[in-house]
């Protein structure tokens, strides 16, 4: 079975609750608990020698853990609000653990949100394993899921893609935080961040909307230096796909107020199988995993 | 620096949201978002070779990982709602992820909870780091903290404690949830559960309240064969800790309707040094550890 289908069937085997609105799936799961706001709850985690080089100074990987998971709420169109810290690490020294949190504490500040509660153990060999999860709130309307492009739609993209390893972003990116606020609600209620590759997410997105997905290699933004093929499988990118109907895409375009940060019509939603992607014929993707996939 | 000192100096470096009501310390965060009801949130982990040996059955280890998880939310007096899944593994087998999540989902329909969201990731060497995120809810005059303790209040057990480890207990447990809530606003707002060790958890629990220990160690109730320096030490026996006022006591006892869970006074909160235990002196635990320390 393959990645998708094996945690599809993982999923199906929780019964979900009345108040779960949205469950495992798409960037967050939303829970309505009768709030004016709905809540957003995700977890992901990041091991060393996996997700960054174990000699990684704990600042760097306490800032991505943090920011990977901001990027999530960001592409529900929310805001984050608390954490808990999972930490299995070995050894256990008081610095690193102490840099580890101050690093951890400087990002909540920032993005004003709580750690409110962890869990700190001893790894059984060497290494770390470093999990958060994150809670958040998004107002009713601003709600965005994978499942909300329709067909037509434009595919956006913030920023660029590819190299993230080799670059440094994986470690240093900024999640997408207020260029989703911006985009929630007004001009788009379907999006999801890019962590796993363009492709690959880009696929899941049309797939959750029971879409096709035409791209346009050419308007792909890139890193410098990096190939089309590079920049749609490597990864870890934490950019934003969204889905803008044509009729809001000139006033999109026009008051995107971001200098920073890119924004790039790649596609468009069509009609057709669920998850199909045209447009590549012309990019050789046959020595490229076409997505991180864990099970492979 | 001790682990309370140490994961107290940790906990100081976050500031907290206006809607925490408690913060890292407790078995659980409280939150305050304006429902009727206060929100619950825990996250612990377990680990092979550490919390139960490498060859346990994902059943059982994943049982475990619920369950005590469900016992934070209990010792607040709450019920669990929701649940996140963070795993580290290896190998990644479909076979081991499947027995895993049917024994979580099956555990997750008899507390009325549902599995949120999760993420699967390969370890870097053999075997497993488990880590399971809950929430919960609790009505606002049944929460109960280890800081509401008062002088004078009985200090009463669930259950009975040690060596859980080889009888099994450790793994086949039940958290105390309909205990917890039958006690609840009517008995305590003082409760905690007991996953470190007897002498250690009660020694938190009086320290949170402001307040000294005196524990009868002829009354506290042991596992078949267990002597008192295990049954104050070995940990794992997620039972209940609560404070029970002199006035309330024989009503608690009368009303007690759990025939199979024991109930004992095993001490009371007196002025003093808060966290001092006394009444132990005839008890040797020279050769014990008085709890699971993580940093020695």
Not at 142 to 150: I, Q, T, V, Y
Request: glycine share 10%.
């Amino acid at each position: 079975m393959n990645e998708e289908n094996f945690t599809a069937a993982l999923a199906a085997l929780f019964s979900q609750r009345q108040d779960v609105l949205t469950g495992p799936g798409d960037d967050c799961a939303v829970l309505d608990l009768g709030l004016p706001v709905l809540l957003l709850a995700a977890v992901d985690q990041v091991i060393s020698g996996v997700h960054y080089l174990p000699d990684c100074p704990p600042a760097l990987s306490g800032g991505k853990l943090l920011r990977r998971n901001v990027s999530d709420i960001a592409a529900m169109g929310g805001v984050p609000t608390h954490a808990l810290l999972s930490l299995a690490v070995n050894p256990l020294e008081e610095s690193w653990l102490l840099q580890f949190h101050k690093a951890i504490a400087e990002e909540c500040e920032k993005y004003g949100m709580s750690v409110i509660g962890g869990d700190i153990a001893k790894l059984f060999t060497q290494g770390e394993v470093l999990s958060l999860s994150i809670l958040g709130t998004v107002e009713r309307d601003k709600l965005c899921l994978r499942s909300n492009a329709c067909e037509g739609d434009w595919l956006y993209a913030t920023g660029c893609f590819g190299n993230s390893f080799y670059s440094g972003h994986h470690l240093t990116f900024h999640p997408r935080l207020a260029e989703g606020r911006f985009l929630a609600g007004r001009f788009t209620n379907a999006m999801q961040d890019v962590s796993d590759g363009l492709l690959k997410d880009a696929c899941r997105f049309a797939a959750s909307s029971g879409l096709a997905l035409h791209l346009d290699p050419d308007k792909i933004p890139l890193r410098r230096g990096v190939s089309v093929a590079h920049g749609l499988t490597d990864g870890e990118d934490y950019e934003l796909l969204f889905a803008v109907s044509p009729e809001k895409a000139d006033e999109l375009e026009r008051s995107w107020n971001f200098p920073e940060t890119g924004l790039s019509r790649i596609g468009q939603f069509q009609k057709g199988t669920p998850g199909h992607v045209t447009g590549l014929e012309q990019v050789d993707l046959s020595k490229f995993n076409t997505g991180y996939d864990h099970f492979k």
